[in-house]
Every structure is written in C-alpha cells, then in structure tokens.
C-alpha cells in the first residue's frame, strides 16, 4: 500500500489493522512494514522503467488514515526478497510511479 509520512509518500505492506480507544476517542491503527528501494536495481530496471522494493526490517505502527491506496506487488524472480511494483493496474497508479521515477535516483 502507499503510505502519506511527514517523508513523502512511502510504500509499505500491511500486516494488521486495529483501533485504538482514548476516553471517547477511537483511533483507527495499523501495524505496517516498510518498503524501500532495493539497492540492487539492475539497468532493465531502470530501461523498463520499474520500480524494485526490498522490505525493511523494522515494523512501525501508523495512524490508518496516513494510508492512501493499496498497491500491488510483484516478486522479482531473479532476487529473493525483491518486489516489482505493479503499476499497470490504473492509471493512478501509473501516474505514481512514474512521478516517483522521475523524483527518485534509483
């Protein structure tokens, strides 16, 4: 899923979603691991214009309202523990990546 952070917008995968009662208050939480981009992005990578994601090692709890959409993830076969994001699926989604292409040196 894409994520809205105080440091832009981040990828992350969704483990479980909970809410959480203060006095009369509820909040609505999720427990989330994050995504970055792989430090082993290879030239087809960058000629395909894809964008590869490696999983974090921590897990974080986040407001659920910080979540934006949900995203859909490949596993890239030729790395173990690597992702492809899936950006054909709308053209949000395509415009997202695309942004985030031209933004980001990967």
């Not at 087809?44 to 910080?66: G, M, N, P, V, Y």
């Not at 979540?67 to 030729?78: E, K, N, S, T």
């Amino acid at each position: 899923m894409l994520i809205n952070t105080a440091q832009g917008v981040l990828f992350a995968q969704l483990i479980f979603v909970f809410s959480v009662q203060f006095l009369e208050t509820i909040y609505p939480m999720a427990l989330i691991q994050g995504l970055t981009p792989s430090a082993t992005q290879r030239q087809k990578d960058k000629d395909l214009r894809f964008l590869r994601l490696k999983k974090l090692k921590k897990t974080e709890f986040i407001f659920a309202r910080s979540i934006i959409r949900g995203a859909v993830l490949l596993p890239a076969g030729d790395t173990n523990g690597d992702y492809i994001v899936f950006d054909l699926l709308d053209c949000d989604m395509c415009m997202r990546i695309q942004e985030i292409l031209s933004s980001v040196e990967v």
